[in-house]
């Protein structure tokens, strides 16, 4: 697995920037804690297959590889053949989040970096390469089975902030958490490592026109993310190498879960129409979520601590329906409907920080964080060129992903600069395929202002 | 005399009735006349209620359990001792599938009520036969291509699964609505192959042990001579299964009775 980082903001600011404020910025949630990194990392839990990505993710109704063991497992009747799937993808994140500025209606003190009004984000980009899907289908008279293995996440985030402003009266809060009386947020170095991995097994029957499937899932969890937070002068520009280091944030820790999904799959007599569903649970896992203060600190000038404890990572569940449409041999049109119950992260959402025991007179507020379920529309088309051997197929589409971003709406300042709404995604997708008689290889590549992915998969029957 | 004991009476003599109607005629040679029976019942209710889709399954399932009884036989109905049904399993079919408007597998259905002699047994009951027979041949659509992709795509995935006598049924009504091109056609799920349902057809009659058959449709077939690089491996399987459909025929094999049925089958108008 390849991976690489860039942080756009170092690389591109304008020197006068650098030396303004910073702030860390809002976005989708990842962990399940208000730690701040969290804010500035998304990931979304697409489905597997070139095809299916250059389709837009409109596959339910579809769902005529066998990539469809895991995106709806009804689809694995439309498999006659014994056949596999292997697809490699490449994930460009990029991560949104506020880096510098001020809070909205107060005019910067112009001193130092205090220079920018309003929050200003940015941006860090970071790419893994790696297997991303592989499965066997067997179709049997009992019915078709599949074993398959499916990365849902593969995730690195690498990024640093400067420390936005946030008051002007405010003082300085000697720990640089959000939620101090501070006027200025801690300017950090964030690193994140997620992977959720699933290895199934599925089955699916044909009952007249109608398909069921059903599959089970065995999900292992890992997350490795250390935010360290630094305390500049409160109008210096952030300096990594020679600002105090007061405490650091880890998420850590290994986990499984078992999970089920189960899906449907009509066709019309004359195949031209199809309609697909499907239920995904997500697994739950949890991990170390741990706060302390840095070594070294002076006992004398800062009360030290350590504190630990278990969070949750509920992975969403997914509902979605699909339609699908020939025309022709030659042509298919797919939409689909998924909402995506992201709300689900904040069960049992966790204060990081134990902010009461900093400080008795601040709140967490853990219930003024908010995640919006998704209603994620995609729609595709594909055409193949029959008359061209090897079948050369075109494949374009797009899909919408309304914004899921943890945000904040409480009263803490900090929380509220870091934990912002976004804009939802419009993601654009097209692809290639090539079927020979047992070979077929797709390529895709779906492209949207946070993430963009290249994929490409070959599948073989045999 | 109480009425209960008038009805009873009256149901002894409508049961002897019946069974009198419901003569046993001597088998077929493959004819499992009691399970045949069973299904063939399960079928009158609702074909009788024109509920084609619910009576299918069970005269499908009567019709490979007993194809050709050797005789007129008639099966009283469940509901009513009185009303009888000719055994006539393939022209139910054929109707029931005229009811859905498929007409491929209704033609199919009709050609084989008169391949098996239904028409013999039970010319009386079966005078429709014929017209019918002509309405399901003016109904196949043969002027758009896709719609012989799902037969195609059928009896595609029932030659996979090894079920020969679906895979030629399935083949024969694709031939039925277009005819063979050898171009490329959606067999299943995103896989493409090349149309050569006459190829297909052959290979199902190969497998189903009727080899006179296959080796008039394979020689028939485009894929005896296509030059086309898609169709590489018809082309190598006609070259194996050529010499050993003349070896089988030279060494002589037994004249199945659902050969004799493809063979009549082969003859009809339209393929």
């Known amino acids: 697995m390849m991976r690489r980082n860039r942080n756009l903001s170092s690389a591109t600011a304008h020197p006068f920037l650098v030396l303004a404020l910073v702030l860390l910025g809002g976005g989708p949630l990842l962990a399940q804690t208000n730690l701040e990194t969290n804010a500035g990392v998304q990931f979304n839990f697409s489905t597997p297959g070139a095809g299916n990505l250059a389709l837009g993710g409109a596959f339910l109704a579809l769902a005529f590889d066998a990539s469809a063991a895991y995106t709806n497992p009804a689809g694995l009747t439309a498999i006659a053949a014994p056949e596999t799937l292997a697809e490699v993808r490449h994930w460009n994140y990029t991560h949104l989040f506020t880096d ?28 893994v390469t790696g297997l991303a899907f592989t499965s066997y289908v067997y179709p049997s008279r009992h019915g078709s089975f599949a074993i398959f293995r499916h990365e849902l996440v593969d995730f690195e985030a690498d990024f640093s ?14 720990y640089g958490i959000p939620g101090e009386r501070d006027a200025r947020l801690a300017s950090m170095r964030n690193r994140m490592d997620v992977n959720i991995t699933a290895y199934g097994g599925a089955a699916a029957w044909r009952l007249r026109g109608l398909s069921l499937g059903l599959s089970v899932s065995h999900f292992k969890f890992s997350i490795d993310s250390l935010a360290e937070r630094f305390r500049p002068e409160l109008f210096s520009p952030a300096n990594f190498a020679s600002d105090p280091l007061v405490n650091v944030q880890s998420q850590s820790g290994e986990d499984s879960d078992w999970a089920l999904a189960a899906g449907f799959l009509w066709e019309s007599p004359r195949q031209r129409w199809s309609v697909g569903g499907v239920y995904r649970q997500g697994p739950d896992f949890t991990f170390e979520a741990r706060s302390k203060s840095a070594s070294g600190i002076d006992p004398a000038q800062l009360a030290p601590f350590a504190f630990s404890q278990r969070a949750p990572f509920h992975v969403p569940d997914v509902y979605g329906v699909g339609m699908a449409f020939r025309p022709s041999d030659a042509c298919r049109l797919a939409f689909d409907y998924d909402r995506v119950r992201y709300s689900q992260l904040l069960d049992g959402f966790v204060d990081i920080f134990k902010l009461s025991m900093l ?6 507020e853990l219930d003024r964080f908010v995640i919006d379920d998704a209603d994620e529309l995609h729609l595709g ?7 061209h051997w090897p079948v050369l197929t075109v494949r374009a ?9 943890l945000r904040f709406e409480g009263e803490n300042v900090g929380f509220g600069a870091v934990f912002r709404r976004r804009d939802a995604q419009v993601h654009l997708t097209a692809g290639l395929g090539l079927a ?14 946070r993430v963009s992915v290249v994929s490409l998969s070959a599948g073989v029957r045999y | 005399m109480r009425p209960a004991v008038v009805i009873t009476l009256l149901g002894s003599l409508l049961t002897s009735l019946a069974n009198a109607t419901a003569a046993e005629p001597p088998a077929g040679p493959s004819c499992k006349r009691e399970p045949a029976k069973t299904a063939f019942t399960h079928a009158i209710d609702p074909y009788s209620h024109r509920q084609w889709k619910e009576a299918i399954p069970p005269l499908e399932n009567a019709a490979s359990l007993c194809p050709s009884p050797g005789g007129p036989w008639s099966i009283p109905s469940p509901t009513n001792p009185l009303v009888t049904m000719a055994y006539v399993p393939f022209f139910y079919l054929g109707n029931s599938y005229l009811g859905i408007q498929d007409f491929p597998t209704a033609l199919r259905h009709f050609y084989l009520s008169t391949c098996v002699g239904e028409s013999q047994r039970h010319g009386d009951k079966l005078g429709e036969l014929s017209t019918k027979t002509q309405t399901s041949r003016a109904q196949v659509p043969t002027k758009d291509r896709m719609q012989s992709q799902p037969r195609f795509s059928d009896g595609f995935s029932a030659a996979q699964q090894q079920d020969w006598q679906r895979a030629a049924d399935k083949m024969w009504e694709a031939l039925l609505v277009w005819k063979e091109d050898g171009k490329s056609m959606n067999s299943y799920g995103r896989w493409r192959d090349p149309y050569l349902p ?28 296509s030059p086309a690089a898609e169709v590489k491996a018809e082309r190598e399987a006609f070259a194996r299964l050529r010499p050993e459909c003349d070896r089988k025929i030279r060494e002589g094999y037994p004249d199945k009775e659902i050969c004799q049925r493809w063979r009549c089958l082969l003859q009809q108008p339209g393929t």
């Open chain 1, 100 to 127: 510098r500025g001020r809070v909205a209606g107060q005019d910067p003190t112009t001193k130092g970096v205090d220079t920018i009004a309003g929050l200003r984000d940015g941006r860090a980009e970071n790419q």
């Open chain 2, 198 to 225: 006459r190829f297909r057809l052959a290979d199902a009659l190969f497998h189903l042990g009727c080899y006179r058959e296959a080796a008039e449709q394979l020689d028939r077939s485009l894929a005896k001579d």
């Open chain 1, 359 to 364: 400080d008795e007179d601040i709140s967490p």
């Open chain 1, 381 to 387: 088309a594909e055409y193949a060129f029959l008359r």
């Open chain 1, 397 to 405: 589409g797009g899909w919408y992903e309304p914004d899921h971003s």
């Open chain 1, 436 to 449: 020979l008689r047992r070979l077929q290889l797709d390529l895709a590549l779906d492209h949207s202002s």
């Open chain 1, 161 to 174: 902030t400067h420390g936005a402003y946030l008051a002007l009266t405010r003082g300085r809060g000697p």
